[in-house]
C-alpha cells in the first residue's frame, strides 16, 4: 500500500492480518482495498458507500452469505 494514503483496517478483520479490509479518503473520494490484494483499489464517493452501509445494515446483502 502507498506510504502518501493512510489506510484505516476494519476492526473486524482478522488479528494476523489475512482478509483485511481497508478504507482511505483521498481528494474527496473513498479507496478500499483487501490486504491480500492491495495494488487493486476500488474507488467510490463518501455518498455511493453510505448508501452501501446502510443496505448492508438493513440486511439486503444477507442473502450472499446466508
Do not use: Y
Not at 473520494?29 to 491480500?36: G, N, R, T, V
Amino acid at each position: 500500500m502507498s506510504s502518501e494514503i493512510k489506510w484505516q483496517k476494519s476492526s473486524f478483520s482478522g488479528g494476523g492480518g489475512e482478509q483485511c479490509l481497508h478504507v482511505a479518503k483521498r481528494n474527496g473520494e473513498i479507496l478500499l482495498c483487501e490486504s491480500d490484494d492491495p495494488d487493486n483499489t476500488i474507488t467510490t464517493s463518501p455518498e455511493k458507500l453510505a448508501a452501501f452501509i446502510q443496505g448492508v445494515k438493513a440486511g439486503e446483502f444477507d442473502h450472499f452469505v446466508n
